[in-house]
């Protein structure tokens, strides 16, 4: 019997190393935020000092391993085999949890994923066993009371019996109180910082850096070293113990040392402070990161570590009546299991893509200039944003004029980072506020052994700051606030999910038995599968996508436009065609395909519209003409691709709702405007590919006899729906399709046209 339970822990730990990765690529943002967002440094470079940070963390974190083993309930009321159960199905859901998160690009907590699926797993566990029948509940009060867990065998049990309420709510209202903290915050000292030393700090940095540093640093020493000694397991007692009777000492010891250091460095070698203090605190934010969340992923394994220990301590055992009261003493983490789980840790902050896509969510939310917003407004952000602008009116009446125009000197030239190459989202100022305010926070949670969602923290205290910073300006607040109520909200849907998932995962495993476990898991390992594989192809077409704009200059500016062109016009002569197939055919399949193939040149051609400041940017000044008949063509492309759109969506939900097909001669119509469409566009793509547009003449003719054949087959319609042979859902599809169809004849004429003019002009014709 103990064969098959060194298997589930065997599992367990799998599930660990998997949980280890996708964790990670989860709150690698909690970590490299800020110096990614403020390029302090070269990602790798960046990267490198998170992985030490990370490395240093993991082995003082034991202290925190006893929340995942008696934090959220009492394991002394659970036998071996039940116990294995919930650590199984708390694992499992929280692989599926980070894994969907990461794969949506929205930061989640993992402290509140892994709280929720103890709670709920606990739950289910404990219900399972109240609803027992009366024997086994008598057999395990009298077990409870043989254990002296009970003092009164006539006692009667419920879910509080179970369940370290205490410590769970003392965890939860922590978590969400480092919300509002974080916030409150990291807004405050952004914009005492921004004051002191405005947006054009580089002057007033040389003469009060090292103050600045100096605090930094010793903030950092405080509560990265003294207050995390207590959880360092590689610290004796008498070297904690001399720590924390000399505090005094150390604090401004190490303040007095830091400021002058600082300052030398900077006066003699001209070492930058603040990118110092950004590296070195993502060096600290890193190690507390690994100090406070690495129970969330290995915590539960090490657990059911331990209680495999204590079952085979007693061989004879049956695991379904073997006490698990020995989990609820202090237990030691063994230091391999750290150091392994730190050396995962590293490997994945370098090599996963999808910790990149969750950095460029918070790091898009708190950049200072405007551009491309993910999250679209809503009727909160609105309101919050109009509430403000008018609080802000009403105060500017009440502030002293002086102090009012020597606030705004203060936080003038914020945009002066959009005119740097390849510029951050924003400076070392606020990258050096956010990474000290979350460090300090984290750290202090972590000398409490309070696991504080370090998700929760950075990100707010991020947006803090960048509200502070002003960066929430007129153009994207209603976009940011947005932003944040979204990934807000999504925290509340993983501690709602997290429970529920969790809940029901200990029924299946309960009642689907060994072979029911297996099943399980094998879909869960082929669900993680599928969607790193969907999200590398996704990250690869995203990063081809952006390649392609920034590395498009004067010298490759037309090459450029022509492929894009040829190859949209292909497309659109396809499912154009494909979108008439699939109607004749009813074939949802084909006009679903022919949906996704529109969208993705929609999304693409977007893309480069919204980054044209980027491409125009890039050009030399007698070039900024071509920019501008690049964005003509552009714009003709988008309205050939919203016509096309237009055109197949109104088909597929036709055939979808299962409505009447076409006549065949109204289908016949649609293939004749298909073949004039396939020669209008053709010419196009081969007077771009040839440089040629001698065709004109032929193209204006083609586009005079598609039109005539287009309003000759309306005029068919007219005279159908008259005879009664037509329904009205019919009408209103076919006369839909005329006009889209008619739309793609005349833009196919303005697309020529303008990508003629662009390659004359690039020609110097």
Wanted: hydrophobic fraction near 50%.
């Amino acid at each position: 019997m103990e064969h098959i339970y060194l298997v589930l822990v065997g599992i367990l730990f799998l599930l660990a190393v998997s949980d280890l990765i996708v964790g990670v690529s989860n709150d690698a943002v909690n970590f490299l935020n800020a110096a990614v967002g403020s390029k302090v440094a070269s990602f790798r470079t960046i990267i490198v000092v998170a992985a030490l940070g990370v490395l240093v963390g993991a082995v003082s974190s034991s202290g925190m391993m006893e929340v995942a083993r008696k934090g959220i309930f009492h394991p002394q009321m659970f036998y071996f085999s039940e116990i294995m159960i919930i650590f199984l199905a708390v694992m499992t859901t929280d692989v599926i949890m980070l894994d969907t998160f990461n794969s949506m690009g929205l930061p989640t907590s993992t402290t509140v994923s892994i709280v929720f699926e103890l709670l709920g797993a606990a739950v289910a566990m404990a219900s399972i066993k109240l609803s027992a029948s009366v024997a086994s509940i008598t057999a395990f009060k009298h077990y409870l009371f043989q254990s002296h867990l009970i003092a009164n065998m006539h006692q009667s049990l419920g879910l509080g019996d179970f369940i370290n309420s205490n410590k769970a709510l003392a965890i939860i209202s922590g978590i969400l109180f480092s919300v509002a903290v974080a916030f409150i915050v990291g807004a405050i000292i952004q914009y005492i910082a921004r004051i002191i030393f405005s947006f054009n700090y580089k002057k007033r940095m040389r003469w009060f850096g090292g103050l600045w540093g100096g605090i930094a640093f010793t903030a950092i020493t405080y509560f990265i070293v003294i207050k995390g000694a207590n959880s360092a397991s590689y610290l004796t007692h008498d070297t904690k113990s001399w720590i924390l009777n000399n505090t005094s000492l150390i604090m401004w010891g190490g303040f007095i040392f830091w400021t002058i250091f600082l300052q030398l460095l900077n006066w003699i070698f001209k070492i930058n402070i603040l990118k110092t203090i950004v590296l070195v605190g993502t060096f600290s934010l890193a190690l507390a990161f690994a100090g406070n969340d690495l129970v969330n992923f290995i915590g539960v394994p090490i657990a059911g570590y331990n209680a495999f220990e204590i079952f085979m301590h007693n061989p004879a055992a049956d695991p379904n009546t073997a006490s698990m009261i020995g989990m609820a003493g202090k237990v030691a983490t063994p230091i391999y299991f750290l150091l392994f789980a730190g050396l995962v840790m590293m490997l994945t902050l370098a090599f996963s893509r999808k910790a990149k896509t969750v950095i460029k969510t918070s790091v898009d939310l708190s950049r200072q200039d405007e551009g491309d917003e993910r999250f679209k407004s809503n009727a909160v952000s609105k309101i919050l944003v109009r509430s403000s602008i008018n609080f802000s009116k009403g105060l500017s009446r009440v502030v002293p004029v002086p102090v009012s125009r020597f606030l705004n000197r203060q936080f003038e030239n914020g945009n002066e980072l959009a005119k740097e190459k390849d510029a951050p989202a924003f400076d070392l100022i606020r990258a050096s506020v956010t990474l000290v305010v979350a460090s300090l926070l984290i750290a202090l949670g972590t000398s409490l052994t309070l696991p504080l969602s370090t998700t929760y923290v950075t990100f707010m205290v991020a947006m803090g700051t960048s509200l502070a910073d002003k960066a929430w300006d007129r153009e994207s607040a209603v976009y940011r606030i947005s932003g944040v109520f979204s990934v807000v909200g999504g925290w509340f849907i993983t501690a709602f999910t997290a429970f529920s998932a969790a809940f029901i995962v200990v029924y299946l495993f309960y009642y689907g038995g060994t072979i029911g476990i297996f099943i399980i898991l094998a879909i869960v390992a082929y669900m993680v599968f599928r969607s790193y594989r969907s999200h590398n192809k996704k990250s690869t077409a995203k990063e081809l996508e952006n390649e392609g704009v920034y590395s498009i200059t004067d010298d490759n500016l037309l090459e450029r436009s022509n492929a894009t062109v040829i190859s949209n016009l292909k497309k659109i002569i396809r499912e154009y065609r494909h979108t008439i197939e699939g109607l004749s055919k009813e074939n949802v399949k084909e006009l679903k395909k022919a949906k996704k193939v529109i969208n993705e040149m929609a999304v693409s051609t977007k893309y480069l519209k919204d980054h044209m400041n980027v491409i125009i940017e890039r050009l030399e000044e007698q070039s900024i003409d071509s920019g501008y008949l690049m964005v003509q063509v552009l714009d003709y492309m988008r309205e050939m691709i919203h016509s096309i759109s237009f055109f197949n969506e109104p088909v597929l939900e036709h055939v979808d709702n299962n409505h009447k097909p076409l006549r065949d001669d109204q289908l016949s119509e649609l293939k004749e405007l298909s073949s004039y469409l396939d020669s209008l566009l053709k010419i196009t793509m081969h007077s771009v590919m040839m440089d040629d547009y001698n065709k004109q003449e032929e193209l204006l003719k083609l586009q005079e006899d598609s039109l005539t054949f287009l309003e000759k087959s309306r005029k068919n319609q007219i005279q159908r729906i008259k005879k009664g042979e037509v329904g009205t859902r019919n009408s209103i599809l076919f006369l839909n399709m005329l006009t889209e169809s008619k739309n793609l004849f005349l833009q196919s004429v303005n697309l020529f046209k303008a990508q003629r003019d662009f390659t004359q002009f690039k020609d110097g014709v």
